[in-house]
């Protein structure tokens, strides 16, 4: 729709588990989104009963270590959480185990009040294996990480919103539309630069603040020598409505 491309995932009678085949479809059709200039963000997004209710436990089951890393199993999904391009989780019901993984690979979530996030892999014997370790210590600090890992209790929408896990919370029937308005919004402006934006605020989960300060700003002093630039703020001064060509 206009600058903005909805992906939705479609296996309903398994809540949208995560299979190698929805892996491998979902990035054939995906990544390459990241390098097409028409394309401004991308929303992802599942059912009503389920965002992702995890990975394909059936087909993991009677696999060794050996094959797991032979495999490099869940490894190719790095090549979507590392794209440029915006990227928005709108969740309704289960996002658990793989689901709630592939909901922080974006950039951020929106979801509905019914919405329930959680990582239950230790009930399998197992731990996350997509980053779920990771990525949801980074977003919502090590002793509520630690909660969910252990207990592999599920959390509802609004302690998601509480602890900084998820963006926004709306009706459930809003959420594909107001992740969608969001997206509209932001495929708007100039790619590069969300694409900056990106990488700057990635960067201070990694560096310190004086190392994250000094990358800001070279990215800040580059945006200078674009189009972009020189059209966004021509058209602040003369009180007009930029068009950004992302150049």
Known sequence: DGR?????????????????????????HVVPLDSDPSVGCIVVTGNERAF????????????????????????????????NTPKIAAVNGFALGGGCELAMMCDFIIAGEGAK???????LGVIAGIGGTQRMTRLIGRAKSMDLHLTGRMMGATEALECGLIARMVDDDAVVSTAQAAAAEIANYSKPATADVLRTI?????????DGLAYERDLFYARFDTDDQKEGM???VEKRTPTFKGT
Request: hydrophobic share 45%; net charge negative.
């Open 4 to 28: 903005v491309v909805t992906v939705r995932l479609n296996r309903p009678k398994q809540l949208n588990a995560l299979s190698s085949q929805v892996l491998q479809d979902f990035l054939d």
């Open 52 to 83: 992702a209710a995890g990975a394909d436990i059936k087909e993991m089951a009677g696999k060794s270590g050996a094959d797991m890393a032979g495999a490099q199993f869940f490894a190719d999904w790095t090549k979507f959480a590392n794209m």
């Open 117 to 123: 996030f959680g990582q239950p892999e230790i009930k």
């Open 202 to 210: 990635y960067k201070a989960e990694d560096v310190t603040l004086a």
């Open 234 to 236: 021509s058209a602040f």
